[in-house]
């Protein structure tokens, strides 16, 4: 999955308690590098297309340095994973690898003792130190169980020919975007801004950058610094920039309307740098507007996890050093245009050619950290709903801040939430 509003498609369960697992059920170490048995590693996921590519360029990089292992995917529909990796978990069975859609399963995964705990293997790793915190996710004591070694994230993406017309520079700070948006508006003949305010995770995920670059997080949200991001999307609908229409896209919806040429700039994120060559205009790329505190956002993508029931962990994270190293991350790259997680695959010519997904490669250097809360999902709901009522004029910016900090508030203390 590409964008947060499919990786949400799948609901979470509230989770009143996290009761980790943190071991295997079988002492074998299953070494994947060693010893003359064959073994088969099943790998879930719930990919397809370009992503379903990569992995199976990671499996054939892995199997080539580990001759004795077969590694066998299997593909479950997104929405059925969670389901699948719960009832695994409670019969002791399942999978030794998978991916999984961490912003929203991890506190309940984690809670149903459906990882291993990778902590022992992180601490030996020689590179953790090219990975961000916020690539690395813990349970409540603690001890590592998700990682992720590529994220998908937001930026904006802008319209060269138009830019161009009004001799505008790309944005890099949220009052320049705010200065080239009302000289577009102003001559009238392009619309300003395509981006999500629906009232689901595409709109919060859209606009709650605006809220990290000033020191506000979800933990911390209160109703009066929530104000702002609210306020500057009601000035920029009244302005004209952003369209009312706007309240019910998704970032689907703002990728199509980009792409007629008759706007000038968009909010999205790297897994459309492919589908952008087909523009008949000339585009580019630059990383989130900066704030006060710079250009923050939000990690998307899928996390790596191991099964608590493996019968071969060591064989399990040999597979997970595959898609982090630098050969697996740029692998990864190529493939499905995610972008590594890991610092020094930056530094690599195949990345470091690529202008477009240079944006996107620099803001892994300051992404925040999601809450770890079983309500998370139901947190960036809580945001879309009421930034969706503001952009279609339902909603006063009062009265969306209070019901926002009454909303996330609840949600933090019913789910938890660490961030």
């Known amino acids: 999955m590409r964008h947060l509003h499919a990786r949400l498609s799948a609901g979470t369960a509230v989770v009143a308690a996290l009761v980790l697992v943190t071991g295997a059920c079988s002492s074998s170490a299953g070494s994947a590098s060693g010893g003359s048995s064959h ?19 990671e499996d054939k990089l892995f199997e080539q340095s580990h001759p004795n292992v077969t590694v066998d995917e299997i593909v479950v529909p997104g929405p059925e994973l969670d389901t699948k990796l719960l009832a695994a978990a409670s019969t002791h069975s399942g999978p030794d690898v998978f991916f999984n859609n961490v912003v929203v399963d991890f506190p309940e995964l984690s809670a149903a003792g459906a990882f291993y705990n990778l902590t022992k293997f ?13 690539a690395i996710w813990k349970g409540s004591d603690g001890e590592i169980q998700n990682v992720m070694s590529y994220s998908n994230l937001n930026g904006l993406f802008y319209n060269k020919t138009i830019l161009d017309q009004y001799h505008l520079t790309p944005p890099t700070t949220v009052a320049q975007f705010e200065s080239d948006m009302q000289v577009i508006t102003k001559a009238g003949k392009y619309t300003a801004l395509a981006a999500s305010a629906d009232p689901e995770p ?16 979800y933990c911390n949200l209160t109703a009066a610094n929530v104000t702002p991001m609210f306020q500057t999307v009601a000035d920029w609908t009244k302005a004209g920039y952003l369209p009312k229409e706007a309240a ?47 250009s923050i956002v939000f990690p998307g993508g899928e996390a790596m996890g191991i099964s608590a029931f493996t019968k ?25 245009g995610q972008i590594p997680t890991r610092a020094d695959a930056a530094t690599t010519p195949t ?53 926002t900090a009454t909303a996330i508030q609840s949600d933090i203390k019913a789910g938890g939430g660490v961030c």
Request: hydrophobic share 45%; charged share 15%.
């Open 39 to 57: 073994i088969t590693l099943t790998v879930w996921s719930y990919f397809g297309g370009d992503q379903l590519a990569a992995l199976k360029a």
């Open 122 to 134: 992180w601490d030996a790793y020689a590179d953790k130190s090219q990975f961000p915190s916020a």
């Open 202 to 217: 595409d709109g919060a995920w859209t606009w709650f950058p605006l809220l990290l670059e000033q020191g506000t997080n």
């Open 248 to 294: 019910t896209w998704t970032q689907t919806d703002t990728w199509t309307q980009f792409m007629t040429g008759k706007y000038a700039f968009l909010v999205d994120g790297n897994w459309n740098l492919g589908a952008a060559k087909a523009a008949t205009f000339s585009w580019g790329t630059t990383q989130y507007p900066a704030g006060a505190d710079g």
């Open 312 to 336: 071969y962990p060591q064989a399990a994270w040999e597979y997970l050093e595959t898609w982090l190293s630098s050969q697996g991350s740029v692998i990864d790259f190529q493939n499905s």
């Open 351 to 403: 990345v470091k050619s690529d202008t477009a997904a240079a944006p996107f490669v620099a803001a892994i250097k300051t992404v925040s950290a999601w809450p770890r809360s079983s309500k998370t999902d139901q947190m960036q709901v809580s945001v879309g709903t009421e930034l969706s009522d503001v952009v279609s004029g339902q909603a006063s910016v009062a009265s969306a801040a209070a019901a």
